[in-house]
């Protein structure tokens, strides 16, 4: 499966999984924008992300871990 930067919830547990010890409250969105693109199924343009999307994945990555 290919991940792209609208499958919120799909990164979010990818990074949950990829970052265990990792609290997603305090990571920082060039990190947050770099794990994303080093997901190996993840597959879409860098240029293609903004701060939006990565809060989105941020929270969802919180709630993952709820």
């Known amino acids: 499966m290919t991940l792209k930067w609208t499958d ?3 990164l979010a547990i990818e990074l949950s999984e ?3 010890d990792v ?3 305090y990571v ?3 990190d947050l924008r770099n794990w994303v693109l080093a997901l190996e199924d993840f ?3 860098p240029q293609r992300c903004g701060e939006k999307i990565l809060e989105a994945i941020q929270m969802a990555w919180i709630e993952e871990l709820d």
């Open 8 to 10: 919120v919830l799909d």
């Open 23 to 25: 609290d997603p409250h």
């Open 18 to 20: 990829t970052h265990p």
């Open 43 to 45: 597959d879409d343009d």
């Open 28 to 30: 920082n969105f060039v």
